[in-house]
């Protein structure tokens, strides 16, 4: 009996390590997160100053490390019920793309990326 329980906690933990390993496979295809500029060196940050999203230097970042893909960034803004979407954005490998964000709201903002119709990612950052 204690080697039957054995044996399956054994298939258990296999079969977990076996359904992580594409997740964290998947988040090292693409490259993805929001900083505080929109230039290609500034740093990822959740945390801006309105003032810089207002004038639209705040950026979604976002680069495919394995291949060529169309992808999308959605906003969801504080208080929205509805995040703005900005579609068929081509990426090709290897090169890091930004979109602006522009939003004087005060609050938390959520950024998710799609590629292919699944989520890829998500980022919260804040504007204070």
């Known amino acids: 009996m204690r080697a039957a329980r054995i044996f399956v906690l054994g298939l258990l933990s296999i079969a977990v390590l076996a359904t992580a390993a594409p997740a964290s496979a998947e988040a090292a295809a693409y490259r993805k997160y929001v900083a505080c500029g ?16 207002a004038s639209g230097n705040v950026g979604a970042f976002f680069r495919s490390n394995n291949n060529d893909v169309v ?7 504080p208080g ?13 490998k290897g090169k890091l793309y930004v ?7 005060i609050g938390r903002h959520k ?8 989520r890829v990612g998500i980022w919260f950052f804040r504007l204070r």
């Open 80 to 92: 929205a019920s509805a995040p703005r979407c900005a579609g068929g954005q081509e990426a090709k």
């Open 99 to 105: 979109n602006p964000i522009t939003s004087d709201q």
């Open 71 to 77: 992808y999308k960034v959605c906003v969801k803004f």
């Open 111 to 118: 950024v998710t990326w799609f590629v292919k119709g699944q």
């Open 38 to 53: 929109t230039s290609g060196k500034a740093n990822p940050s959740h945390d801006c100053p309105v003032r810089r999203a």
